[in-house]
């Protein structure tokens, strides 16, 4: 007998347990600051700032920042790729008519020849053709 009453004991306390989980699992217990708030009514959880209650379910907050992270990610992608066209798009508008190594043999050219020039790296730099030599 003494088992029975163990046996329904235990039973109940395992449905009591399964039952009052499902609670505790929706019990808001986030407190969001200001960016968390700002999150929140970025991806629509919420209509507004002032609507936010003062605790919210952390599967909420979780979701939403992991938006927020992902978002934040593909901006940084797509700035990069900006950035990278466009200094690409500068390097080759500013690209010198001359290669490096026909001005190094102008400079030595002129080395040779005794004229040595103001700031010898200096042509290289302003794209200048001061010390031609032709």
Same mark, same amino acid.
């Given at each position: 007998?003494?088992?029975? %009453?163990?046996?329904? %004991?235990?039973?109940?306390?395992? =449905?009591?347990?399964?039952?009052?989980?499902?609670?505790?699992?929706?019990?808001?217990?986030?407190?969001?600051? =200001?960016?968390?708030?700002?999150?929140? %009514?970025?991806?629509?959880?919420?209509? =507004? %700032?002032?609507?936010?209650?003062?605790?919210?379910?952390?599967?909420?907050?979780?979701?939403?920042?992991? &938006?927020?992270?992902?978002?934040?990610?593909?901006?940084?992608?797509?700035?990069?790729?900006?950035?990278?066209? *466009?200094? *690409?798009?500068?390097?080759?508008? =500013?690209?010198?008519?001359?290669?490096?190594?026909?001005?190094?043999?102008?400079?030595?050219?002129?080395?040779?020849?005794?004229?040595?020039?103001?700031?010898?790296?200096?042509?290289?730099?302003?794209?200048?053709?001061?010390? &031609?030599?032709?």
């Amino acid at each position: 007998m003494f088992r029975q %009453v163990l046996r329904a %004991v235990n039973c109940a306390r395992h =449905s009591l347990v399964r039952f009052n989980s499902d609670g505790v699992r929706n019990i808001p217990t986030y407190h969001p600051g =200001s960016l968390d708030k700002r999150i929140l %009514v970025h991806f629509k959880y919420f209509a =507004s %700032v002032e609507e936010i209650p003062h605790r919210v379910s952390e599967s909420m907050m979780n979701q939403a920042k992991s &938006k927020a992270r992902i978002r934040t990610a593909n901006l940084m992608i797509f700035s990069t790729i900006v950035c990278a066209c *466009i200094t *690409i798009y500068f390097a080759k508008t =500013s690209m010198k008519q001359n290669s490096l190594v026909e001005e190094n043999q102008r400079r030595h050219a002129m080395y040779k020849k005794g004229e040595t020039g103001t700031g010898a790296r200096m042509g290289l730099v302003t794209n200048t053709n001061d010390d &031609k030599t032709e």
